[in-house]
């Protein structure tokens, strides 16, 4: 940092006597430019993925052995080129448990300040899909653990894919920024001068800091990338620099030349810099300006993956991303009601020291509790890799295993609690735990209920909220065609009510199969490929649209389920300079909800069934999702009320869904 101000330091006194030179001659020559020298620095960043291969761990020993050693010997080497790495904690595990020279030497880095560890989360999980409890636990955990390991977190937040997530601040009191690229910005058509935005939302100041794809010159220096990819890329396999082999084969050639462009930058007076290290210098030398817009989540390359429709809708690959979040956002709520049951007990002495040790949501004493392992599973279900670009079949299965056995482990611990002596006198026979006002009923009458109203035609809905309602498939599916069913509804809990109208839509898949949110049984691709829905061969492109006047939305991001933020259409692109191809807005919906304050309801879907991404035009919503395998259930709910009485109904259904035992 100090050769970096002294470097400024000369320019400016360089630049400084140009000017004085030019004003004492009295010279005027219109049209030359001077061309001052910056200080140049380089940053770089390695995204290091365990689970590049979700499923196979046998992979595990090539990615550290054929890549992430070498990168980190090579920078041991040049003490002076500060760098970084960014993965998922179950990295950092395992190299602590099979490689202690390697993890002796990334200690020693840490420490030195030359490694910074951008470690946020266990797994390289997706988090746009999901309310905030799941995302902060898997946060809490790493931090405990790498303070465990004697390792020190950069302050900075870098997710899997560069998921910017805007409620980041409500989930991570000890990281100050998150890092959002300029071409996430752009896509949104905002684009901020300074590398350090302040970000004032949900009541929680942070900074978001901009990273630049390519060269620049920003905070007075010239800045660039070395490096900001999938570090299994940089030196493994052929010399393409996206190529990556099946088994990750070290490529010296690609090594070596990394290493040769270093030492070229060095004798070029090159500093070397981890991101902390520049976000630091630019905070500290005022490059920071307020953000001023309200930026979406998104990932990385927003223009190419439509901002996260690759993960939330597009079903390339073998799985249908809709059905898979939907079963880890299911496995998500029985955690959290089977957590509020464990709690409940032993605070009224139903459990023990011992069973709550064992039982639960803690590490203690080098041991995770049995709660702690089912949600660490589904923490380890949600990488991006589970759904996102072109998912294999063992990395669809690796979802499915991984939220079955989380919920089995939630089966073993809510029976345990169960056969306690005292339980039935605690709690009765029969109980409803609700996640959403922390109780435990045992009352019947006091349980939330779901009545059924009757059956209403989707022209009567329309009729309601002004709403043209149309779904469509795949042309080849004509034998199929799309199942509805409209109800009108009433959910009563103790001191509140809300009528609403559930619409259930199902689709045919490719194969004629439809897995449940909870078991199933392993299907071989074999299997699979002799359960052809007869008279098909391609897969099933499916949407849903409610037509109306949504020029103006309120919905819930990730992270934040418990508030809405107003957006206005028109402050974002749909077509921008004229082009054929529309520029997307997705909303996740954390929450299910999107409310539509022109007619004062909202489309509430069921995230426990279905979880796609909400297409936002001015003139309609769409839920889509194309390239379905399997048959499919999809559930919405259109909602009367105010935005808070959505809000309301819209937890309860899905981020605080309550079960009844």
């Not at 359960?531 to 061969?537: H, S």
Request: charged share 15%.
């Amino acid at each position: 940092m100090e050769q970096l101000r002294q470097k400024s330091k000369k320019n400016s006194i360089f630049l400084a006597g140009i000017v004085a030179t030019i004003a004492t001659l009295g010279i005027l020559i219109p049209g030359i430019v001077l061309w001052v020298n910056h200080p140049m620095i380089s940053t770089s960043y390695y995204h290091y993925n365990l689970q590049y291969r979700a499923g196979q761990e046998q992979t595990y020993p090539e990615i550290v052995e054929n890549s992430l050693q070498h990168i980190i010997y090579m920078y041991g080497n040049h003490s002076t080129w500060n760098y970084t790495i960014e993965c998922q904690f179950m990295l950092i595990e395992y190299v602590h448990d099979n490689y202690p020279t390697l993890f002796d030497e990334i200690q020693a880095q840490n420490s030195r300040g030359q490694l910074e560890l951008i470690v946020v989360q266990f797994s390289s999980a997706f988090h746009v899909p999901y309310p905030v409890k799941n995302f902060r636990e898997s946060v809490n955990y790493t931090s405990i653990r790498m303070e465990e390991y004697g390792l020190r977190q950069s302050i900075l937040i870098l997710l899997q894919e560069g998921q910017w997530l805007p409620a980041f601040g409500q989930a991570v009191p000890n990281h100050v920024a998150a890092i959002l690229s300029i071409e996430q910005c752009g896509y949104f058509n905002y684009y901020p001068k300074q590398p350090v935005l302040e970000w004032n939302f949900g009541g929680v100041k942070k900074h978001a800091f901009m990273i630049p794809w390519f060269p620049r010159f920003e905070a007075g220096v010239y800045h660039h990338q070395i490096y900001t990819q999938d570090g299994e890329k940089i030196n493994t396999g052929g010399y393409g620099s996206f190529d990556v082999a099946v088994d990750f084969d070290f490529n010296p050639l690609k090594q070596a030349n990394l290493e040769k462009r270093h030492i070229e930058l060095e004798e070029n007076g090159n500093l070397f810099m981890t991101l902390e290290d520049f976000y630091n210098y630019c905070v500290e030398n005022e490059y920071v300006e307020s953000m001023e817009k309200y930026i979406p989540e998104t990932e990385w390359v927003a223009a190419q993956y439509q901002t996260f429709w690759t993960w939330m809708g597009q079903g390339s690959g073998w799985t249908d991303d809709g059905h898979l979040l939907a079963r880890i956002y299911n496995a998500m709520t029985i955690t959290q009601a089977t957590e509020l049951l464990l709690n409940k007990s032993y605070t009224h002495a139903v459990i023990n020291d011992t069973n709550f040790a064992e039982w639960g949501q803690y590490r203690i004493g080098g041991q995770d509790g049995k709660l702690l392992q089912a949600k660490k599973l589904v923490w380890e279900a949600q990488v991006t890799d589970t759904t996102g670009i072109s998912p294999r079949y063992f990395e669809f299965w690796y979802g499915m295993n991984k939220t079955s056995d989380a919920l089995h482990i939630c089966s073993e611990i809510i029976e345990n609690i169960r056969f306690k002596p005292t339980f039935n006198t605690v709690f009765g026979n029969n109980l409803q735990i609700n996640p959403y006002t922390l109780s435990i009923e045992n009352q019947t009458s006091s349980f939330l209920n779901v009545t059924d109203l009757g059956v209403l035609s989707i022209c009567e809905i329309e009729g309601l909220f002004d709403l043209a309602i149309l779904s469509t498939q795949s042309d080849e599916y004509a034998l199929y065609p799309a199942a509805l069913e409209v109800s009108r509804m009433n959910l009563k809990a103790n001191d509140w009510s809300q009528e609403y109208f559930q619409l259930n839509f199902k689709f045919r898949g490719k194969y004629n199969v439809e897995y449940n949110n909870t078991g199933d049984n392993y299907i071989s691709e074999e299997e699979l490929n002799s359960m052809n829905t007869m008279g098909v061969i391609s897969k099933n492109d499916i949407s849903i649209h409610f037509f109306g006047n949504w020029s103006t939305v309120s919905y819930s991001p990730a992270l934040l389920e418990n508030e809405s933020i107003n957006l206005v259409r028109d402050h974002y692109y749909s077509f921008p300079y004229e082009s054929k191809a529309e520029w997307w807005i997705l909303l996740s919906a954390c929450n299910g909800m999107v409310y539509n304050p022109q007619g004062g309801f909202g489309i509430v879907k069921n995230n426990t069934v279905r979880h796609l991404a909400a297409n936002w035009r001015s003139t309609h919503i769409e839920f889509a999702e194309t390239e379905i395998k399997y048959n499919s259930t999809h559930q919405y709910f259109i909602v009367p009320g105010t935005v808070q009485e959505v809000l309301r109904f819209a937890n309860q259904i899905n981020s605080y869904r309550w079960i009844t035992l």
